[in-house]
């Protein structure tokens, strides 16, 4: 089939060819539903090409906490296995037996709570080692949907491979893998507008650019209808007896599904029920004397024994038989099956030379993963609709509104109050927008990220100080925009230097704000985020000296005026518009203007116009304070929370 010529990604250091490609995409044989056939990946040669790994794990445990004095649980019971190279292998069960839970921890994914070994080769798994050689593709597809796969997979290319390649070389893996997941013919669509299939393919393909050995799949079957499945399954297959060793989770395949796998594992109440070939799994369970129905599919049998239909004294008779795992009678050629000795002088250790080139985690350097993720922050930033977009048509129409509600309140003499009151409804749009946009947008990020950085694309550090750089000019040009149209609509006085310390304490707002919807968001989910946000905000507004003045404060509650950054916002306000001796307003609207004098209304206030640069500091201080609280947050997030 010809294709439409790709077009180059701009911006990447990735070449894609321009002109016409030709992919393969052949249908598999009747019955199979469609496939893919896929050659060996041509590009990913030009990627570091290791040995296949033989993987077994030894009386691996689970145990987690069911929370303050509520004990614990154990979800896996001491499982043994051996996933042999060159195969895709299911890990099958009723729901709750522990499927996930074990990738999670086959995977390295899962820390807390785990017991028993690894062995990667014969010899016990380094996880840094073992990090750089897999990968794990959860259930849910996270991706970057507002790029396009081309893009998607240029800027992971330019995170995950080294520096040094070549641009056309990268394009070249790209091109190829592409080629073969059949994604070629939509490189310039977006992910969010990709079928779940599609989905599912890229998913796996951005993980295929490094040539990982070892790829877990959580359930990559969930959600697809049956072609679907089946081409996703058909393309792990092949993927595998290239040379990779594939271990998914899946839920009750159908037996044409179930076929296509290699091997099977299967788990019921975190123990092993068994272990062996597809092929094999008939005959055992005829040497069990269970034996499968005629017409049964074997798969959804051993999920009803598993699920206990049965009887429980079957499940316990297969665990026994199996010895929890410990059985390989039941693999490919068992006999031949090499030790762990034997496996060890087949793999000797400076093989693991090729994996540990430096001390970084990632493949590229800090400063590369910085400039790609700034790349691929202002890409998203011009294409996304609320975070770029909407945010600044609501500061122009915010702007609007307060101006027109507020019109000339700024000069004259009687409106003095109307105008304090303008000042902190401006300090609530710059606290509250941002705040809530971060705390609802950021969850859905933070599952992209958690999925790219434990893949080893970039560091937190990285990730962190990018979307930093990304967001200071949005937050600028929202901010500038807004302050104009307010400034100059409410009358305020047109003096540069009033004008510029109106706009720093209103950035420093939106940054600060921005900042405690990153720890909200970092830490919660939307739910609970969207409750705390305003809740945490209600004190902060108590203390900003508006409804009670400083002086009136309680001095046992003074404290909370330190707490506040709204006070520090309110201050500023009141000294770029107040202060520096401003002259006696105009009194026009009225007879009498109390507040004609501004000194006058500073004292009544209770704030001194003085402080203006302590009110900077102290913002500042905010700032940095949240900032590092939030990035805290989010390593103890990636980390502590597995
Ligand atoms: N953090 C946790 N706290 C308490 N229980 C947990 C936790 N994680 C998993 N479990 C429990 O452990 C059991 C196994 O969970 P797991 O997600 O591994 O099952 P599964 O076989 O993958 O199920 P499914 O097919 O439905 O996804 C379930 O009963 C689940 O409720």
């Given at each position: 089939m010809m294709l439409a010529g790709a077009q180059i990604v701009e911006d990447s250091n990735v070449a894609f060819n321009k002109n016409n490609a030709s992919v393969a995409i052949?249908?598999?044989?009747?019955?199979?539903?469609?496939?893919?056939?896929?050659?060996?990946?041509?590009?990913?040669?030009?990627?570091?090409?290791?040995?296949?790994?033989?993987?077994?794990?030894?009386?691996?445990?689970?145990?987690?906490?069911?929370?303050?004095?509520?004990?614990?649980?154990?979800?896996?019971?001491?499982?043994?296995?051996?996933?042999?190279?060159?195969?895709?292998?299911?890990?099958?069960?009723?729901?709750?037996?522990?499927?996930?839970?074990?990738?999670?921890?086959?995977?390295?994914?899962?820390?807390?709570?785990?017991?028993?070994?690894?062995?990667?080769?014969?010899?016990?798994?380094?996880?840094?080692?073992?990090?750089?050689?897999?990968?794990?593709?959860?259930?849910?597809?996270?991706?970057?949907?507002?790029?396009?796969?081309?893009?998607?997979?240029?800027?992971?290319?330019?995170?995950?491979?080294?520096?040094?390649?070549?641009?056309?070389?990268?394009?070249?893996?790209?091109?190829?893998?592409?080629?073969?997941?059949?994604?070629?013919?939509?490189?310039?669509?977006?992910?969010?507008?990709?079928?779940?299939?599609?989905?599912?393919?890229?998913?796996?393909?951005?993980?295929?650019?490094?040539?990982?050995?070892?790829?877990?799949?959580?359930?990559?079957?969930?959600?697809?209808?049956?072609?679907?499945?089946?081409?996703?399954?058909?393309?792990?297959?092949?993927?595998?007896?290239?040379?990779?060793?594939?271990?998914?989770?899946?839920?009750?395949?159908s037996a044409s599904l179930f076929r296509l796998f290699d091997q099977v594992y299967v788990l019921a109440a975190g123990q092993c029920l068994y272990q062996g070939t597809t092929d094999n799994l008939v005959p055992y369970l005829e040497h069990a004397s269970i034996p499968c129905p005629i017409y049964h599919n074997p798969a959804d049998y051993i999920i009803e024994l598993a699920s206990g239909e049965y009887g429980e004294d079957k499940i316990k008779y297969l665990m026994s038989k199996t010895d929890n795992g410990r059985s390989l009678d039941w693999l490919e050629e068992p006999d031949s099956i090499p030790s762990m000795e034997a496996l060890r002088k087949q793999h000797p250790l400076c093989e693991l030379r090729n994996l540990d080139p430096g001390s970084s985690d990632e493949e590229t350097s800090q400063s590369n993963q910085r400039s790609v993720l700034i790349r691929r922050g202002f890409l998203k930033a011009k294409r996304d609709a609320t975070m770029t977009h909407l945010r600044v048509i609501v500061n122009i129409l915010v702007g609007l509104m307060l101006g027109v509600l507020f019109i000339n309140a700024g000069n004259e003499g009687s409106r003095v109050l109307d105008n304090y009151n303008l000042l902190f409804a401006i300090l609530m749009h710059h606290m509250m927008s941002p705040m809530m946009l971060t705390i609802l947008t950021f969850p859905a990020e933070m599952s992209v990220l958690s999925k790219e950085h434990f893949n080893r694309w970039y560091s937190l550090g990285s990730y962190y100080i990018s979307i930093t750089i990304v967001d200071l000019p949005i937050s600028i040009v929202a901010c500038a925009i807004f302050s104009v149209i307010v400034y100059t609509m409410s009358g305020q006085p047109l003096d540069i230097v009033r004008f510029s310390m109106f706009f720093v304490i209103s950035l420093y707002t939106v940054l600060v704000a921005q900042s405690f919807g990153l720890m909200i968001g970092a830490a919660f989910d939307v739910v609970n985020g969207t409750f705390l946000g305003p809740t945490f905000s209600v004190p902060m507004m108590m203390f900003a000296g508006f409804g009670v003045t400083l002086r009136d404060l309680p001095s046992y509650l003074y404290w909370g005026s330190y707490v506040s950054y709204l006070r520090y916002g309110l201050e500023g306000f009141i000294a770029a518009i107040y202060g520096m001796d401003r002259p006696k307003l105009a009194c026009e609207e009225a007879l009498y203007c109390h507040y004609r004098l501004p000194r006058i209304f500073l004292n009544d206030v209770a704030m001194s116009p003085d402080m203006f640069w302590w009110d900077v500091l102290a913002l500042t201080v905010f700032l940095f304070v949240l900032r590092i609280a939030a990035f805290l947050l989010l390593k103890w997030k990636l980390t502590a929370v597995r």
């Open positions: 052949e249908p598999s044989g009747p019955g199979e539903g469609p496939s893919f056939h896929v050659k060996p990946l041509i590009g990913s040669s030009k990627v570091v090409s290791r040995q296949p790994v033989d993987m077994s794990f030894s009386n691996i445990t689970c145990t987690v906490s069911l929370g303050f004095n509520k004990g614990s649980k154990q979800i896996l019971h001491g499982v043994n296995g051996r996933f042999r190279p060159r195969k895709l292998i299911a890990i099958m069960g009723p729901s709750g037996a522990g499927k996930s839970t074990l990738l999670d921890v086959l995977s390295g994914y899962r820390i807390s709570g785990v017991g028993g070994a690894v062995f990667i080769n014969g010899r016990g798994r380094i996880m840094k080692n073992f990090k750089k050689m897999s990968c794990y593709i959860q259930q849910d597809d996270r991706l970057q949907g507002l790029l396009t796969v081309g893009e998607n997979m240029a800027l992971a290319a330019d995170l995950k491979l080294p520096t040094r390649m070549d641009k056309y070389d990268k394009g070249e893996v790209i091109e190829d893998i592409l080629s073969n997941l059949g994604l070629y013919e939509h490189i310039n669509t977006r992910g969010s507008q990709l079928s779940g299939g599609q989905k599912k393919r890229l998913s796996i393909a951005l993980e295929l650019i490094n040539n990982p050995l070892i790829m877990f799949l959580d359930e990559p079957t969930t959600g697809l209808d049956s072609s679907s499945c089946s081409q996703v399954v058909q393309l792990c297959r092949n993927l595998a007896h290239q040379g990779r060793t594939i271990i998914c989770t899946v839920h009750q395949p």
